[in-house]
């Protein structure tokens, strides 16, 4: 299967014709997944070796380099990429997080992969796009100032810089927003189809709109808006993703469901009732938080929903970010913890993609990733555009 999986990648017919790309905190390529057969990965860089093995295993990995990026040097880099993709740490901007921002041990990160692209820029081996996708408080972490210092950067080195919010929730059912920050390099040929004089919802949130408005001036004048279509076609549905005989976990005991069940509030109580009632079949998720008791004291509560939509899938640090499923068919419920294949399909990622054997590995894998299809969208409604635009450029 491995080997059937890396082949549909490598088609020596489409190699001819791609552009070459670079995929910083590559994880387990899932970027490289979205992007498809209109580019090609010339260099990967990973510091974890549990992805990096994920990586080798899906995509073959002879163009991977495995440690910090801090370590990497210009002369590590080969050759000019058309785009350069980085998906760097979120954990220090998180709204979930510590709030140290870009000071932060893990997204402080970007700043050694920012050295290298000023490098790149310096030497004339600049990127035409680029690529840096992260969470939603990037917009407000700090007060803005990270993201104003993202886009100063950019901005600084000639690039033309616009932002979405996508959601997966429009391709896949998992609630997951995460914010795309595209630049453009100043020499590179833009369509006009893919700019619009102003913003528009729903990539454009009023979140991010409220970040625009707090950049410099001059900040703003570089600004573009990225026009992008809505996607058409329809959002599986959560229950249709669930595997009948599931790989790597097993089904609770009937003790460890009705502990569950004495979690829940009155509320969620409530929607378990009405689910039983339907007589049918019905998947629902449930995350375990803390929330204050009628006492105000807080205590681990369980919240359930049938509205055939995942929360957004996390890494698992602490039992309270696994995300347990419950199937209920009238009296019966049922309950176990969300499978590592169901994980890799709420992601978008294809069945032919190799698991890692660990269970909180593969978890791990697929919570820090990147929704495949929304990448997929961005590529095939703009970098792609923006890619044959200049081909067509240089041909002529």
């Avoid at 009732?273 to 807080?298: D, F, M, S, W």
């Avoid at 205590?299 to 049938?306: G, L, N, T, V, Y």
């Avoid at 990147?370 to 970098?383: I, K």
Wanted: with cysteine; hydrophobic share 40%; net charge positive.
């Amino acid at each position: 299967m491995d080997r059937q999986f890396q082949q549909r990648l490598k088609s020596s017919e489409v190699m001819q014709t791609r552009q070459p790309f670079f995929e910083f905190f590559a994880g387990g390529g899932m970027a490289r997944l979205g992007l498809g057969n209109d580019w090609q990965c010339t260099f990967s860089n990973e510091w974890c070796e549990k992805k990096a093995s994920a990586y080798r295993a899906a995509h073959g990995g002879e163009e991977l380099r495995v440690c910090d990026v801090a370590e990497l040097t210009l002369d590590d880099l080969p050759g000019v990429p058309f785009l350069v993709w980085a998906s760097f740490p979120c954990q220090d901007l998180s709204l979930a997080g510590n709030g140290a921002g870009l000071e932060g041990n893990r997204s402080g990160t970007y700043k050694p992969f920012w050295k290298l692209i000023r490098g790149m820029v310096r030497r004339g081996r600049q990127p035409q796009l680029i690529v840096l996708e992260n969470v939603v408080g990037t917009l407000t972490s700090h007060d803005g100032k990270d993201f104003a210092h993202i886009v100063s950067a950019l901005v600084e080195e000639r690039y033309r810089v616009g932002a979405l919010v996508m959601d997966a929730v429009r391709f896949l059912p998992q609630s997951r927003p995460r914010l795309f920050i595209i630049g453009v390099h100043a020499d590179t040929i833009v369509p006009s189809a893919l700019m619009q004089p102003q913003s528009s919802e729903p990539w454009h949130t009023k979140s991010l709109r409220s970040a625009v408005q707090r950049l410099p001036e001059q900040l703003q004048d570089a600004w573009a808006w990225w026009s992008v279509p809505l996607p058409s076609e329809p959002v599986p549905s959560f229950g249709s993703l669930i595997e009948e005989e599931p790989t790597r976990i097993e089904w609770h005991t009937k003790a460890q469901t009705d502990h569950i069940i004495n979690l829940m509030a009155p509320l969620h109580l409530e929607k378990l009732k009405k689910a039983q009632l339907l007589g049918k079949r019905i998947v629902g998720t449930v995350y375990r938080r803390t929330r204050p008791n009628e006492n105000g004291v807080k205590a681990q509560r369980a919240e359930i929903r049938f509205d055939q939509i995942s929360g957004c899938l996390r890494t698992p640090v602490g039992g309270s970010s696994r995300q347990t499923i419950v199937v209920v068919e009238g009296r019966q419920i049922r309950s176990r913890l969300l499978s590592p294949r169901e994980a890799a399909r709420l992601m978008g990622v294809p069945d032919d993609y190799p698991l890692p054997e660990k269970y909180n590995d593969a978890y791990h894998l697929f919570g820090d990733g990147l929704a495949v299809p929304v990448v997929r969208w961005l590529s095939t409604t703009l970098l792609t555009p923006i890619a044959t635009a200049s081909r067509v450029m240089i041909a002529a």
